[in-house]
């Protein structure tokens, strides 16, 4: 059973930076593509970074390029998410998702970790 669990959210001042944490588990995850998404209140799901385990290939939205770096730990399993720059619309639950990248969809996805940018 594939688990993941975020964590490293919290409330940040406009400027600040959090890092955010993916630990995956049941599954072998040096196949897969790791991913963050995001959604703000009344808004849909959007797609913020992601990383192949096999290449090392990270991948960004234009919102979040040059202040977001995603990168991962193959030996503990875990993806991390360094946000820079934060800004008020960074607001939003974040979550880590992974897929076989043979795919298209996300199959497995965490429980999600809020993100708070004060002004």
């Known amino acids: 059973q594939v688990q993941l669990v975020e964590s490293g959210g919290g409330l940040v001042q406009a400027g600040g930076s959090l890092r955010l944490s993916c630990a995956a588990s049941?599954?072998?995850?040096?196949?897969?593509?790791m991913g963050w998404f995001r959604q703000a209140p009344e808004k849909d799901r959007e797609f913020v970074a992601a990383?192949?385990?096999?290449?090392?290939?990270?991948y960004y939205a234009d919102s979040v390029k040059g202040r977001f770096t995603i990168s991962g730990d193959n030996a503990r399993n875990t993806v991390y998410l360094q946000m820079n720059s934060l800004k008020p619309e960074d607001t939003a639950v974040y979550y880590c998702a992974a897929k076989n990248p043979g795919l298209s969809d996300y199959k497995y996805w965490g429980q999600g970790t809020q993100v708070t940018v004060s002004s």
């Open positions: 049941g599954g072998t995850f040096s196949r897969y593509r």
């Open positions: 990383i192949s385990w096999s290449t090392g290939s990270t």
